[in-house]
Nanobody, 124 residues
Framework: QVQLVESGGGLVQAGGSLRLSCAAS????????MGWFRQAPGKERDLVAA????????YYADSVKGRFTISRDNAKNTVYLQMNSLKPEDTAVYYC?????????????????WGQGTQVTVSS
């Protein structure tokens, strides 16, 4: 079992920045692909960014490329999402997820564990 707890969400003006953190416990963190998903009201949950266990492979949705950066610190069992140049369309609940593999996958059902989510609201 892996427990995931997100933090760092909040309200920010367009153009601002936020850094999300996801602290993991309960299993060997370094063996999991970690992903950040987001879900806006009435929309599907989509993968924003993901990183493999070593950090050598990352994925970014086209909508966030160049603005968001995913990173992980396996010694601290934590994955981060640095979000810069935020836009109102980035407003959503952001979820951290863990997949027990070393291949980055985009489909939510492939992820084994989920956090409770953290709200990010970007005002125009």
């Amino acid at each position: 079992q892996v427990q995931l707890v997100e933090s760092g969400g909040g309200l920010v003006q367009a153009g601002g920045s936020l850094r999300l953190s996801c602290a993991a416990s309960g299993h060997t963190f370094g063996t999991y692909v970690m992903g950040w998903f987001r879900q806006a009201p009435g929309k599907e949950r989509d993968l924003v960014a993901a990183i493999n266990w070593s950090g050598s492979s990352t994925y970014y949705a086209d909508s966030v490329k160049g603005r968001f950066t995913i990173s992980r610190d396996n010694a601290k069992n934590t994955v981060y999402l640095q979000m810069n140049s935020l836009k109102p369309e980035d407003t959503a609940v952001y979820y951290c997820a863990a997949d027990y593999s070393n291949v980055v996958k985009r489909i939510p059902s492939h992820y084994d564990y989920w956090g409770q989510g953290t709200q990010v609201t970007v005002s125009s």
